[in-house]
């Protein structure tokens, strides 16, 4: 009996920790028997999708120490991963007489260039969402990190890079939609189902991956690497005298947030039916880290619902009365 003791306890340790998350995930997934309206519906989905943007900014940040302002950067490539896949699904009046997306019709590109391709296939457009992000944040990371280079300058460095990508997208109007982004795209079916912006699908999508996401973060904070990340972020030089590899591990937790958050963006392109460079930009990335808790890190579920509550109370402040329809503002 006394040797379980230990294990007992620390069973009942990881339970009591769990159990916010999960009560905050039940109530998440009891919604729609709650809400009867499709529009409201759609507007919660929303605001979880956000949520899931700020725990990936919540595990660089507030748990690794790494202020990244060009969170938005892996957010919007996630977004048009998703945004290409359905735009070559979608039906002939939205695309040219070889198939082609519209705007590329428009600047009369003859051919679909070779990187879009493999967007033919949703598991690979799927992968690439997060992979995509991720290795970019990881190159980014390897010349930061590898550099020493700590405080606010990655802030600088992460947000200059998010505009310089944001600029290209806007920049090579033939082949990404321009201002316009990707509009008209068809909805995501998997296994099946199909996914309306609008219906209970797509909102029971965003849920799990809502909890998914904690989960990930929650596991990734509880690991041996988890807790060297943690003692990075509050001695870093000491941390490297035993003898660690201090960028490696850095490089490791920005890229795993920048894979959480390119699932935001392809949830987001589902949730709004279009991608954006607007996903990429300046204002959506500032405004999620104003709306992240500036404390330590330890309350996933509070990180997630601090930009919701933001984003809600000012959609609320500019449209007092929403609309129960779809689509009317």
Request: hydrophobic share 55%; charged share 10%.
């Amino acid at each position: 009996m006394p040797s379980n003791a230990p294990n007992s306890s620390g069973l009942q340790r990881l339970i009591a920790q769990l159990a916010p998350l999960l009560i905050v995930c039940a109530v998440v997934f009891a919604l729609p028997v709650l809400l009867n309206n499709d529009f409201l519906l759609n507007k919660v989905a929303r605001y979880l999708v956000l949520g899931i943007l700020t725990i990936s900014l919540g595990l660089s940040w507030g748990f690794g120490g790494i202020l990244n302002l060009g969170q938005a950067m892996s957010f919007g490539l996630g977004s048009y991963a998703m945004a290409m896949a359905l735009k070559l699904k979608t039906v002939p009046v939205h695309t040219g007489a070889s198939g082609l997306p519209d705007f590329m019709v428009w600047n009369n590109v003859a051919h679909l260039p070779w990187f879009w391709e493999p967007f033919r296939s949703l598991s690979f457009a799927i992968a690439a969402g997060l992979i995509v992000p991720a290795l970019v944040a990881a190159a980014l990371g390897w010349f930061m990190f590898r550099g020493r280079v700590t405080g606010v300058y990655v802030s600088i460095i992460t947000l200059a890079t998010m505009v310089v990508i944001n600029l290209v997208i806007i920049d090579q109007q033939s082949y990404t939609g321009g201002f316009n982004g990707i509009t008209d795209l068809a909805q995501l079916e998997i296994f099946g189902v199909a996914f309306d912006a609008y219906g209970r699908a797509t909102y029971y999508l965003v849920a799990g991956c809502v909890l998914l996401s904690l989960l990930v973060a929650f596991a990734f904070t509880k690991s041996k690497a988890g807790l060297i990340v943690q003692a990075i972020r509050d001695h870093e030089s000491r941390v490297r005298y035993f003898g660690y590899d201090v960028a490696l591990y850095q490089i490791f937790v920005f890229a795993l947030s920048a894979a959480i958050a390119g699932l935001a963006g392809m949830l987001y392109t589902v949730v709004m039916e279009f991608a954006s460079p607007t996903f990429l930009g300046v204002q959506l990335s500032l405004s999620v880290w104003f709306g992240a808790p500036s404390a330590a890190g330890k309350a996933w579920s509070g990180r997630s619902s601090a930009p919701c509550w933001w984003r809600a109370c000012r959609a609320r402040c500019r449209n007092p009365r929403p609309s129960s329809k779809p689509g009317r503002w």
